[in-house]
C-alpha cells in the first residue's frame, strides 16, 4: 500500500457537466485532452564549471511519454534539446550526468537489445555506448540439473571457456576524477539460457533465482571492466572525493528484504575492488549516502530510532575511525529521506519535510538550519564537485515546477529558462493552508476553491486522500486542482495522523488503527472547512489512490455524508493484500506481525469489515499489473459491494503496474497513450451520475 504517497502535479479530466458552475470567460482550464500534453523536467544536473544545467524532460503522454536531455546555458538562460531518441527506442534518454572535464556527458538509453551507457560530447557529434561485456557470472543452462540437460564435454576435452555477453547497465556512478565509473549490471542471460527460454524449459522457482545486479569498473579511456567482489543486489554507489574509495550499497537477493531489512553497505576500494569491507555498525535499513569531504565521515539515511513505520528515516553519521553513529535528525520534528545527502563542508544538507512545505535542512553536528528559498516546495537539489553553484526545482500551488540557480545558497536565485510543460497558461488557484482539532492533534490540510466560491455561491467539495499511508500532501503545484476549479470543485488534501512531515511520533499515530484515527482526522476536516468555508454540504465526494484508495473504501461503510467515492488500487483485505502483495515488511508493522497472528487486528483494519453498511455509489480503478496492491483486492470489493446491491463499477487497465497507473490517471507524462484520460473520463462521469440523482 506504500508507493504512492508524495503528491503533486496530480490532474483529472475537463469535462463539461452540466450539474457544475462555469466560471468566467477569463479563465482558462485545463481539458482532458490538455492532459495529454503536459511535460515534466526532473533531474537538474549542474556542470563542473557551474555555467550550465543538465536536466531530463519527458515528453508528453500525447507524444510517447519519452525522456530527453537537455541543456540550460546559465548566463543567456537559454535551454537547447542534447538527445534525441531512434523510434525503436520507447523509453528515451535518462539518468543524465556529467564527466568531470565538462566535455561531455552520459546518459542511459535502450537503442537495441540492451540498456546501455553512452557517451556524448558537449561540443557536437554523435553519442556512442560503451561496449559492457561480461563473463557471466552464472549460467543455469549448465547446472547439473538442467533441462535440456547440458551436453557432456567429449573425454579428456577441457570445458568450453565462457565467453563475455553483452549486458544491459542499471545505473550508473562516475568517480570525481572521471578516471572510473561504477556500473551496476544485472547477471546477462547466456547463449544457454537463451536456449531454454526459446524452447520453454522456462519454469520459474520462486526465491531461487542465482542472477543478481552485481558492481563493476569500467575505465572510459580504455573499455576495460573490473569486477567486485560486492555481494548482489548493489542497489547504489556514493564515490568519495578522493576517488580512492566508493561505498556501495546492497540489499541482497531474492526479496530476502521481505523477511526483514537486509541492506548492508561495504567499502570497495579502486586498487583492490576483490576485497570490499563490510560497515556492520550502518543498520541493515540504510536507503542512501553521502561521504564527507575528508572521506572521514559517512552520512546517511535509515530507519528512524524512534517506532514509527518502515522506511520513516532519520539522518546518521557515521565515523569511519571509531565506527560510532549518531542520529543527526534525532527528535527532529518534520521529516528527511526524500532526497540523497549531500555534504557541504562540516555539514551535510538533506530535504526534508515540514508540514505542508518542502524544503532543505543543514545539519551540523548539534545545529539544524532550515534553508531559505522562493517556493513552498523545493526538490532534487543539485551542485558540483566544487559547489561553485546550486539548482533545484522549486513549486507552489501557482507555480508549476521551476528551475532555479544560485551561486550560494540563501542568495537571491535566478529562474532558469526550460521547456515549457502545458500546452497553454492555466489559470492559478492558490492552495489555503487549513487546520483543525481531532482528538489530540492538530491537523493540516490544503484547501483549493474555485474562483466562484463565495458566501452567494456555495460549491461541492471533493476530498482526496494520499497514498502510504506513510506520505503527505505539500503545497505544490498540481493540475488536479486546474481542473476541478474549471469544474467549479473545491479540493481538501487533508494530511492525517500517520503523514509525514510532522515528526515520527505523528507518523506512527496511526499503528494498529488504520482507517481509525486516521478517517476521523480527514471528517473533522470535513467539518472544519464546512464551517468556515463556502461549501455545499449536499455535494461532497472523496477519492484517493493506494493508501488514499483504502481509505475510499473505508469511507464507503462508515458514513454516507459522500455521494460519491473513487477509489484507486486500493487495499480491501489486509490477510489477502498480505500474502499477495509485492513486499510485505511494510505493513506487518502496522499490525502488530504476521496477519494470521493478528488476525483481529488485520480485519479490523481492512475495509471489507464494514462492507455490509455501504450504500455509497463506489467506482474502483485497478491495474492488472499492479504488484503493490494486487488486483484481487478490488476485485473483492466489486464483488462484495456488488452483491450488497452498491452501485459499483470497476475498470480494469491491461499491462499496468500500481505506480504507472497513478501517474497516468493524475496527469504525468507516460508511455500509454489512453489510460488516463479513460481513467479521468470515467471519473467525471461516474460524479456527473451520482450527483444527477
Same mark, same amino acid.
Given at each position: ?65 519519452? #525522456? ?130 526459446? %524452447? ?53 537477493? #531474492? ?61 546518521? %553519521? ?34 526534508? %519535510? ?29 551542485? #558540483? ?152 454540504? #449536499? ?15 473505508? +469511507? ?95 475498470? %480494469? ?16 507524462? +507516460? ?23
Amino acid at each position: 500500500m506504500r508507493n504512492v504517497s508524495h503528491c503533486t502535479l496530480l490532474t483529472v479530466v475537463c469535462v463539461c457537466s452540466a450539474a457544475l458552475v462555469s466560471v468566467a470567460a477569463q479563465d482558462h482550464f485545463p481539458s482532458n485532452e490538455d492532459l495529454r500534453h503536459v511535460r515534466s523536467i526532473s533531474q537538474p544536473r549542474l556542470s563542473p564549471d557551474g555555467r550550465s544545467v543538465l536536466i531530463q524532460v519527458t515528453d508528453a503522454t500525447a507524444d510517447g511519454g519519452k #525522456n530527453h536531455l537537455w541543456l540550460v546555458d546559465v548566463q543567456a538562460n537559454a535551454a537547447r534539446q542534447l538527445t534525441y531518441s531512434p523510434e525503436n527506442d520507447k523509453r528515451g534518454e535518462y539518468e543524465g550526468a556529467w564527466m568531470p572535464d565538462g566535455r561531455s556527458i552520459l546518459f542511459l538509453a535502450h537503442r537495441g537489445e540492451h540498456t546501455q551507457l553512452y557517451e556524448l560530447p558537449t561540443d557536437g557529434g554523435e553519442a556512442h555506448p560503451f561496449a559492457v561485456k561480461i563473463v557471466p557470472p552464472v549460467d543455469e543452462s549448465k547446472a547439473p540439473d538442467a533441462i535440456p540437460p547440458a551436453p557432456k564435454a567429449a573425454d579428456g576435452a577441457s570445458p568450453a571457456k565462457a565467453e563475455p555477453v553483452e549486458c544491459d547497465v542499471a545505473r550508473y556512478f562516475v568517480s570525481p576524477d572521471g578516471k572510473e565509473i561504477a556500473i551496476i549490471v544485472r547477471d546477462p542471460q547466456t547463449p544457454g539460457e537463451k536456449k531454454e527460454q526459446d %524452447e520453454k524449459a522456462d519454469a520459474v522457482p520462486l526465491n531461487h533465482d542465482p542472477h543478481g545486479s552485481r558492481l563493476y569498473l569500467l575505465d572510459p579511456a580504455s573499455g576495460k571492466i573490473t569486477p567486485t567482489a560486492t555481494p548482489p543486489d548493489v542497489d547504489g554507489v556514493v564515490w568519495t572525493r578522493q576517488d580512492d574509495r566508493m561505498l556501495a550499497i546492497a540489499e541482497g537477493m #531474492n526479496d530476502v528484504g521481505d523477511l526483514s531489512p537486509a541492506g548492508t553497505a561495504w567499502v570497495v576500494t579502486v586498487a583492490d575492488p576483490e576485497r570490499p569491507q563490510q560497515l556492520k555498525a550502518i543498520p541493515a535499513t540504510i536507503e542512501a549516502a553521502s561521504w564527507s569531504w575528508d572521506g572521514r565521515h559517512i552520512d546517511y539515511l535509515a530507519q528512524s530510532q524512534t517506532d514509527a513505520p518502515p522506511g520513516y528515516s532519520d539522518l546518521y %553519521e557515521y565515523t569511519m575511525t571509531g565506527q560510532s553513529v549518531r542520529d543527526l535528525s534525532a527528535g527532529f520534528s518534520g521529516s528527511v529521506g526524500l532526497g540523497e545527502p549531500i555534504a557541504e563542508g562540516g555539514s551535510v544538507l538533506e530535504e526534508a %519535510e515540514l508540514g505542508t512545505r518542502t524544503t532543505v535542512m543543514r545539519f551540523t553536528g548539534d545545529r539544524r538550519e532550515e534553508l531559505k528559498f522562493d517556493t513552498t516546495t523545493v526538490s532534487q537539489l543539485s551542485t #558540483n564537485a566544487q559547489q561553485t553553484a546550486w539548482a533545484w526545482l522549486g513549486s507552489s500551488s501557482t507555480q508549476p515546477p521551476t528551475l532555479y540557480y544560485a551561486e550560494k545558497l540563501g542568495q537571491n536565485a535566478k529562474v532558469l529558462k526550460t521547456p515549457d510543460l502545458l500546452p497553454t497558461a492555466w489559470t492559478p488557484i492558490s492552495s489555503h493552508v487549513v487546520s483543525w482539532k481531532s482528538d489530540a492533534f492538530t491537523i493540516e490540510g490544503l484547501l483549493y476553491l474555485p474562483p466562484q466560491a463565495s458566501a452567494e455561491r456555495k460549491v461541492p467539495l471533493i476530498v482526496e486522500v494520499h497514498g502510504g499511508p506513510t506520505g503527505a500532501f505539500d503545497d505544490s503545484w498540481g493540475a488536479f486542482i486546474e481542473f476541478m476549479a474549471g469544474q467549479g470543485w473545491a479540493v481538501l488534501r487533508p494530511n492525517p495522523r500517520g503523514s509525514t512531515g510532522y515528526g515520527a511520533a505523528f507518523a506512527a499515530a496511526n499503528k494498529n488503527d488504520m482507517g481509525g484515527g486516521d478517517y476521523r482526522d480527514i471528517m473533522a476536516g470535513v467539518d472544519a472547512v464546512l464551517a468556515q468555508y463556502p461549501i455545499d454540504a #449536499n455535494k461532497l465526494a472523496l477519492m484517493g489512490y493506494s493508501y488514499g484508495g483504502e481509505m475510499a473504501a473505508f +469511507v464507503e461503510g462508515r458514513t454516507d455524508r459522500f455521494k460519491a467515492i473513487i477509489s484507486g488500487a486500493p487495499v480491501t483485505d489486509q490477510e489477502s493484500e498480505y500474502g499477495t502483495e509485492r513486499g510485505s515488511y511494510y505493513d506487518r508493522w502496522f499490525y502488530g506481525g504476521y496477519p494470521w497472528e493478528h488476525a483481529e487486528s488485520a480485519w479490523r483494519q481492512s475495509a471489507l469489515a464494514d462492507v455490509a453498511k455501504a450504500k455509497t455509489p463506489f467506482l474502483l480503478l485497478q491495474g492488472e499489473s499492479d504488484g503493490t496492491d494486487p488486483l484481487g483486492q478490488s476485485e473483492e470489493m466489486y464483488r462484495a459491494l456488488r452483491q450488497m446491491g452498491v452501485a459499483v463499477e470497476l475498470v %480494469e487497465y491491461p499491462r499496468e503496474d500500481h505506480g504507472p497507473l497513478y501517474e497516468a490517471i493524475f496527469g504525468y507524462p +507516460v508511455p500509454e497513450p489512453w489510460h488516463g484520460f479513460d481513467g479521468r473520463q470515467r471519473i467525471v462521469t461516474f460524479l456527473d451520475k451520482a450527483f444527477a440523482q
